[in-house]
């Protein structure tokens, strides 16, 4: 079911880059936030904190210490809260490795330049689940752009139940490890998970487990890009 406020991940495609970011090696997705008002950054850092398979290593306003802080903390994935304008997003692009996967969150829409090297922008109504799930493809090498792929185009292009991650069907699933399934997918935490189901965190973390070993996935990124590559989500 699509969640309350903007829904960006039905309306958007998903395509891997040419020379995108490597697969994370396991373990939690590691994000640098930067963006010009302290007080946002702490929101946004509060609200993904409580995401399993992620980690916020470092934050600062836009500027030469933030960029010395991004080479010192070499995160995965790179998030810009609220660009003022697009030469702030220029500029930054221009000042980080390329491979560095980038998304936008709120502020100004990239032009098309701009959009080429991004990963992603995700409008301010975005919530932290969305984020979450944005946040994993990206440090898997994916984009999130809108509008509807060609036919041939990425994940759009391949049949449904067929993945870039696993030559296994959904079907191997048992109906609670698909609702486990796709609530991480949607950047649920284990806890959240537990919640939305009521069961507990034991439960969960072995139906996370199982599912992780009937796909022959890796982590939790490999599950949102399996869900969306899929056809799941």
């Given at each position: 079911m699509p969640e309350a406020g903007v829904d960006f991940v039905p309306a958007a495609r998903l395509r891997l880059l040419p020379g995108g970011?490597?697969?994370?090696?396991?373990?939690?997705?590691?994000?640098?936030?930067m963006g010009g008002d302290a007080l946002a950054r702490a929101g946004v850092m509060s609200l993904l904190a409580g995401h399993d398979g992620l980690t916020v290593v470092g934050d600062d306003e836009p500027g030469p210490r933030a960029l010395a802080a991004?080479?010192?903390?070499?995160?995965?994935?790179?998030?810009?809260?609220?660009?003022?304008?697009?030469?702030?997003?220029?500029?930054?692009?221009?000042?980080?490795?390329?491979?560095l996967p980038v998304l936008t969150v709120g502020g100004c829409?990239?032009?098309a330049r701009c959009a080429q090297s991004l990963h992603g922008h995700l409008p301010a109504t975005t919530t932290a689940r969305q984020l979450a799930a944005a946040v994993s493809l990206a440090a898997a090498g994916y984009a999130l752009t809108r509008g509807r792929p060609p036919a041939a185009d990425g994940?759009?292009?391949?049949?449904?139940?067929?993945?870039?991650v696993s030559d296994v069907p959904p079907e191997a699933l048992t109906d609670r490890e698909g609702e486990v399934l796709d609530l991480v997918?949607?950047?649920?935490?284990?806890?959240?998970?537990a919640q939305?189901?009521?069961?507990?965190?034991?439960?969960?973390?072995t139906h996370v487990q199982n599912l992780l070993h009937k796909l022959r996935l890796r982590n939790r990124v490999h599950v949102a890009i399996y869900a969306f590559e899929a056809g799941l989500r």
């Open positions: 970011a490597a697969a994370p090696a396991p373990g939690a997705v590691r994000i640098f936030l991004l080479r010192a903390h070499r995160p995965d994935v790179l998030v810009l809260h609220a660009p003022r304008d697009l030469r702030e997003v220029a500029a930054l692009l221009d000042g980080i490795d390329p491979e829409e990239p032009d994940a759009a292009g391949r049949p449904r139940g067929k993945t870039s997918s949607r950047g649920l935490s284990n806890t959240e998970i939305s189901l009521t069961l507990s965190e034991h439960t969960v973390k």
